[in-house]
């Protein structure tokens, strides 16, 4: 089991008002090298890299201070469709399996949520070779990842309906981690809890590996924040029917991939 190292809050942080924050977070210039933030960052954009990840730590702090392009700037600016992916997958998982579809079929699973993907993301490429890829990438970090594209996604939402005072490029997956940790971190805990517990009928397997997974620490006093429910459209309810064994095969050439 790894426990991401990440400073706890000194206070119990339960967040009720969103709009709140974000707008509170966004009006103040913090020093984000004294809080979990960069290191938040860092296991999500490093998650099977220790070397990369402490030096991405220094590099983000320079990055900060001084705006320099740098390595770790680029590389997080380079994941974003990785992490679109990856995000995708939890929240159709999750969707799959709060709205009881495939109960016949074993239930969820990272499989369904890909080949899924694949056909309502084909005018973006989104292959089920790619999708997989992205997973092997950054399935340790999934329920982080999930929260901030989540929660990128809400502000965004805000944002165009009454100006949050940023132009939407200051509103990327990089930003939003660095800005709102606790937030990231707080629905991150729902996505972990589900991820770890839930295990389709007759699996031997939850979403995330219980041994590998970068857990969030039990003393970091932040109250977990489940999100909305959501419902699949009744065309992707379709799609899934429709689809036959045969396509399982893609997981089977990723055999460290839940199934």
């Known amino acids: ?114 080949y899924l993907l694949s056909k309502m993301a084909k005018s973006r490429g989104t292959r089920p070779a790619n999708a997989w890829k992205s997973w092997e990438k950054y399935k340790d970090v999934a329920h982080l990842i999930a929260a901030a594209i989540l929660v990128c996604g809400d502000m965004h939402t805000i944002h165009r309906k009454k100006s949050l005072g940023l132009n939407l490029q200051q509103l990327l997956p990089l930003r939003v981690v660095l800005l709102v940790p606790e937030l990231i971190i707080a629905v991150g805990l729902a996505y972990e809890k589900y991820g770890l517990a839930y295990v389709p009928k007759g699996g031997i397997q939850p979403m995330f590996n219980h041994q590998t997974l970068w857990r969030i620490p039990e003393d970091i006093n932040v109250v977990p924040l489940s999100p909305p429910i959501r419902k699949i459209r009744s065309q992707d309810t379709v799609v899934l029917n429709a689809r036959k064994a045969g396509n399982r095969g893609q997981a089977k050439r990723h055999k460290s991939a839940s199934f």
């Open 1 to 114: 089991m790894r426990v991401m190292e990440l400073p706890p809050f000194r206070q119990r942080i339960e967040i009720t008002d969103l709009e709140n924050l974000y707008r509170t977070r966004l009006s103040l210039t913090l020093d984000l090298r004294t809080s979990a933030a960069i290191p938040l960052l860092c296991y999500m954009g490093w998650p099977n890299d220790s070397a990369a990840r402490e030096a991405a730590i220094w590099m983000l702090a320079r990055w900060l201070d001084a705006g320099e392009d740098n390595h770790a700037a680029k590389h997080l600016a380079e994941i974003d469709e990785d992490w679109g992916h990856v995000a995708d997958l939890v929240h159709l998982h999750l969707d799959i399996d709060q709205g009881g579809h495939q109960k016949s079929r074993g239930g969820a699973s990272v499989g369904k949520a890909i």
